[in-house]
């Protein structure tokens, strides 16, 4: 499948058309972006892992059963995935609190939550992303009904448990993540984007060692063997 005219660039991906209506092709890229693109760098060959690492991923949870926009992977550092038009939510889900939860909220960096927390916040980089409830979904037309927002978040549950046990079998804690989700022409809502280090945290189960975008964040530096790692241990 070649690339046609691109679609849209983003801060992690470019996305093309192809030759075919109800396909298109993700292709990674190295640019690294955080604070709503204030901080900005760029790491050789990240966008290639986080391209291998989102593969596996997205081949992990078709498998239990998760509808998701993955077709396959065509070569490095791009992805051939349906055509969906994206929810404009960011579906977070945390396991332990750290990041704009214990900044926000004053909970202990680090705590292990009750329960799995599903937070939503409105995709809108002019105002920096703000977190909404459901209310605010449905006004902002986010969501056609509260069913999908119940959707939304059973999936996301659904997706934590699978891949918090994943992880924990190769040494990581799943702290949290991001996803979103898209509608195909039918109207069927599948996982889109990615998921890699750059959309979720990830320590480890012995150490703490941050393995993700929180080291570029945060200057912690071996961003690149921070993602390499991430991909050793999920094909380990
Ligand atoms: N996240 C993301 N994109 C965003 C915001 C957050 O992928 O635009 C991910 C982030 O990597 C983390 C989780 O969502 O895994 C929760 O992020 P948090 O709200 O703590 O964001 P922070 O303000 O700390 O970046």
Known sequence: MEKASMIYEGKGKKLYNTSHPDQVIAEFKDDLTAFNAEKKGNEAGKGALNCQISTEIFKL????GIK???IKQLDEKNMLCKRVSIIPIEVVTRNIATGSLSK???IKEGSVLPFSLVEF???DDALGDPIINDEHAILLKCANSQEELEFLKETAR???EILRSFFDGKGLNLVDFKLEFGKDSEGNILLADEISPDSCRFWDKKTNEKLDKDR???DLGNVKMAYEEVLRRILN
Request: hydrophobic share 30%; no cysteine.
């Open 61 to 64: 949870l078709e498998a239990e």
């Open 68 to 70: 998701t926009h993955f």
């Open 104 to 106: 926000r909220l004053g």
């Open 121 to 123: 916040y409105y995709k």
């Open 158 to 160: 659904e997706i934590n």
């Open 216 to 218: 570029f964040r945060q």
